[in-house]
């Protein structure tokens, strides 16, 4: 209790060499939040992407079509658009026990006396099998049986507020002929904002090929849906496509087959590959911008550990005095450590509220938010080694000289 | 209550400028005594000190406090030893010139745990006895040499040590301040209280019953009665 009781004395008077140590640290923090972001961003995405759709990341398999197939299949070429057989490689491969397909595209609706347009996410039935039920779903609103029910994003809710009977207009383009489809439908229910979409796409940078973390849909008006034949009748699925392998299925050996299997189609990579390109390609391409802030970063706790050493060299007097009263050193370490600590979080709270501001003024980039636990734990790391490395430093210099100064004073 | 055996002190060991500050000394206090250490300049006296106060470890010898081995003693229990049982007045006094008479001589006291209240009044009665009760929200920085004399002494009674130990403290004050001080020291005697100072001033030196020398490091006793 004592020692919070000095800990408050050495707190309450007021010293610029504190203004200045709380500043270095606040400085700290907003830096490293700032280099850990993109990162943090990074992490934030997959965590929710995986939180929606629970596979097992270590073993699935993503194949990707090369891009003449996909230009092919745009119709660009005089080509067939749609290739059944990849998907019979696909999906007779030994040791493939789910292919997880969706199909994503323009849809629209007459609503509001206008045509309104949309994102259209149709998920095969094998998909939706490892989807967790949308937790929103309150799927048959009375008096629309015989309705597809779909979910809708909040950015399209104003349109189709749930309950709203419509028919979706779409063309499937995948077809060896043009499709048009008119689907009657129900908005069944919202997708959370908060949650990431489940998706099979083409994306390198992002982490799209899985799944969509909320920045990315959250303001796009878009439907969502199961597969039913009773609504599309028979679709051919597009690519790219999710392969899930069975249970105890060697990748790397299903990975051969498949690639064997699929050749010039296109590309079989693994979830864990797919991330780590796409951690790559985030770091590569924010690195300039993130250098100076590293280095601004190791300028502010250099400041501080220096600075905290000089301090505490300086208050050698009084820590002479603190011992010759009794207290031990081992005290006096804690209590500095203490005082440190209760700086540094004063300090984390200002840097934190901050570092949007710092980010959006400096760095432009609006979706830099506070500290994820990433920056946390940067920061508070950085700062215990800087802390305990000069505090440690100052008092095995302070010990010699305080006795020096102090007691041995005078003739 | 104090026994040191062969105690010698030596700065820079192994060093060209080695110094031996003390040579085997030996020095036995009983309660109640009233001891001074006189000699000149550099002549080891403060060292001697520092090691009857835990501040300092000797090179060599044993030096027991009561029924403690003080050169074994680890700083928690020296700490303690200071805390509670030996008041220390170092020679440029060892206060915190910023804080107030109070809070210097409260310092101990917060240290060793006492309720802020309760340390505050303990704080203003020794200061009353030391006669300096009207300077207690003065800033140290603020106060003469024999004012700061006294608040050092002050600081070193607060916990009603056994032990007090001196060190010049007549050296920054005139004839008239010193010998008060001196009447002091020997008020706290005669109520208990086992008293060694050190010094340079030879009249001081005579107004207690025991008085050592000290020259180049060698401790002798001169006087007895
Ligand atoms: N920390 C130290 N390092 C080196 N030499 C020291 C140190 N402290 C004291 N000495 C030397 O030890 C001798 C005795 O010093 P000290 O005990 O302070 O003398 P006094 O208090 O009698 O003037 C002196 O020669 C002094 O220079
Ligand atoms: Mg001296």
Not at chain 2, 32 to 59: E, N, R
Request: charged share 20%; glycine share 8%.
């Amino acid at each position: 209790m004592n020692t919070l009781r000095i800990l408050k004395k050495l707190c309450s008077r007021f010293y610029w060499k504190d203004l200045f140590l709380f500043v270095t640290l606040a400085l700290m923090v907003i830096f490293t939040n700032i280099i850990t972001q993109p990162v943090q961003t990074f992490l934030n995405a997959r965590r929710q992407i995986r939180d929606v759709i629970p596979l097992d990341y270590e073993s699935t398999l993503h194949f990707d079509p090369s891009y003449s197939l996909l230009f092919s299949s745009m119709g660009f070429t005089e080509e067939r658009s749609y290739h059944p057989e990849v998907h019979e490689a696909i999906r007779n491969c030994d040791g493939v026990r789910a292919v997880l397909e969706m199909y994503s595209g323009g849809a629209s609706c007459q609503e509001g006396g206008g045509t309104f347009n949309f994102q259209m996410y149709l998920y095969s039935q094998s998909f939706a099998s490892y989807i967790p039920p949308w937790p929103e779903a309150g799927r048959n609103a009375e008096g629309t049986e015989g309705r597809l029910p779909v979910m809708v994003s909040p950015a399209a809710a104003d349109m189709l507020p749930v309950g709203t009977a419509f028919d979706l207009e779409m063309v499937l383009t995948s077809y060896e002929d043009v499709k048009e489809l008119s689907v009657p439908c129900v908005a069944a229910g919202i997708l959370s904002p908060e949650r990431a979409l489940p998706r099979a796409g083409v994306d390198n940078k992002s982490l799209g090929a899985i799944g969509l973390a909320p920045e990315y849909w959250q303001d796009a008006p878009l439907v969502a849906a199961v597969y039913d034949p009773a609504f599309f009748g028979e679709i051919p699925w597009d690519y790219p496509a999710i392969i899930v392998p069975e249970k105890d299925a060697d990748r790397d050996a299903l990975r051969a087959r498949l690639g064997e299997a699929l050749g010039t189609w296109g590309e079989v990579r693994d979830l864990a590959q797919i991330e780590r390109n796409v951690l790559a390609s985030t770091l590569s391409e924010s690195l300039p911008e993130q250098l100076k802030f590293l280095l601004l970063a190791l300028i502010a706790i250099f400041g501080y550990g220096a600075y905290l050493f000089l301090a505490i060299r300086q208050r050698e007097r009084q820590f002479a005095v603190f011992y010759i009263a009794g207290m031990t050193k081992k005290r006096m370490f804690t209590l500095n450590m203490l005082f440190n600590v209760v700086l540094y979080l004063l300090a984390a709270a200002v840097g934190w509220v901050l570092t949007p501001w710092v980010a959006k003024s400096f760095v432009h980039v609006e979706s830099y938010t506070g500290a994820g636990l990433l920056g946390t734990l940067c920061t508070g790391g950085l700062f215990l080694v800087t802390l305990l490395m000069s505090l440690t430093a100052s008092f095995i210099q302070n010990r010699n000289a305080a006795a020096i100064t102090l007691y041995h004073k005078g003739d | 209550m104090i026994t040191l055996k062969d105690v010698s002190k030596n700065y820079n060991v192994g060093k060209q400028t080695e110094v031996r500050a003390l040579r085997d000394a030996n020095l036995e206090v009983a309660d109640g005594d009233f001891i001074s250490v006189t000699g000149p300049s550099g002549s080891g006296k403060s060292t001697l000190l520092h090691i009857l106060a835990g501040l300092d470890a000797p090179t060599s010898g044993t030096y027991f406090f009561k029924d403690i081995d003080v050169t074994k003693a680890s700083d928690k229990v020296k700490c303690g030893l200071r805390n509670r049982q030996i008041g220390i007045i170092l020679q440029d006094f060892g206060l915190l010139g910023d804080d107030t008479a109070l809070e210097n001589v409260c310092l101990p006291l917060t240290i060793g745990g006492m309720r802020r209240k309760q340390a505050l009044e303990r704080g203003k009665s020794v200061l009353e006895q030391v006669g300096i009760a009207e300077l207690a929200e003065k800033r140290v920085n603020q106060l003469s040499g024999g004012q700061r004399q006294r608040v050092a002494v002050a600081r070193a009674l607060v916990q009603n040590a056994s032990l007090l130990l001196a060190d010049e403290p007549t050296g920054a004050l005139d004839s008239r301040n010193t010998s008060s001080l001196m009447d002091l020291f020997e008020a706290l005697n005669a109520s208990g209280m086992t008293i060694i100072i050190v010094t340079h001033n030879i009249a001081a030196a005579q107004r207690t019953p025991i008085s050592y020398s000290i020259i180049d490091g060698v401790l002798r006793q001169e006087r007895r009665t």
